[in-house]
Structures are given as structure tokens and as C-alpha cells.
């Protein structure tokens, strides 16, 4: 079964910084990503990291957020520095999952983020 289990949210102020964690298990897992949903919004994409480490990053992030992943220990990460009130959401993993002919995408629960200003 697969699960992902998010943590390291939290309230920071403006201009600090927080680091996500994601624990993903039950399965092999290809590309990973982190979205976030702000209240009243639609989830967008954060950033996104392949098996082999190749990272994709939403505009309004880059430069400041940091996505990483640890295949042995079936684990990614989202570095986030210089938050903005604007990056205030619930952060949720994602990852794709291969499997014959198709690929499935699973959920974390999700981690509040909230910065303040």
C-alpha cells in the first residue's frame, strides 16, 4: 500500500525558512513533486524531482525553494528560503508511480504552511 507522509510545516515569519519532508513507502516511485493549495485557490505545482534528481520549479519559487530527494530512504524534501506570505498553503507530496502501461498518482495529507508578515 502506498503511503506519503508529509511534515516540517509550520508558522515562520517573512523571510525565514522551512524544510518539507516527505516519507513515501508501499511502492517504486518515479517523478515526486510538492503542490500547495492557498485558501480559495487551486493547487498548483510547486516544484517536482525525477528518480535521477532532475528538478522543475513553479516561477514564483525559484531561486528561493530547493527540492531534493534520497532514493535509498525512499525520502524528498523541500527546502524553503526567503518565504513570502504569498507561499502560505497546505504543502502536499506527490508522487507517480509506474506500473504497466500506466501511471498512478498518489496523495500525502498535506502540511500547513503559514508566514507571516
Known amino acids: 500500500q502506498v503511503q506519503l507522509v508529509e511534515s516540517g510545516g509550520g508558522l515562520v515569519q517573512a523571510g525565514g525558512s522551512l524544510r518539507l519532508s516527505c516519507a513515501a513507502s508501499g511502492s517504486i516511485f518515479s517523478t515526486m513533486s510538492w503542490y500547495r493549495q492557498a485558501p480559495g485557490k487551486q493547487r498548483e505545482l510547486v516544484a517536482s524531482i525525477t528518480r535521477g534528481g532532475s528538478g522543475n520549479y513553479a516561477d514564483s519559487v525559484k531561486g528561493r525553494f530547493t527540492m531534493s530527494r534520497d532514493n535509498a530512504k525512499n525520502m524528498v524534501y523541500l527546502q524553503m528560503n526567503g518565504l513570502k506570505p504569498e507561499d502560505t498553503g497546505v504543502y502536499y507530496c506527490?508522487?507517480?508511480?509506474?506500473?504497466?502501461?500506466?501511471?498512478?498518482?498518489?496523495w500525502g495529507q498535506g502540511t500547513q504552511v503559514t508566514v507571516s508578515s
Open positions: 506527490n508522487a507517480d508511480v509506474p506500473m504497466t502501461g500506466r501511471t498512478y498518482h498518489y
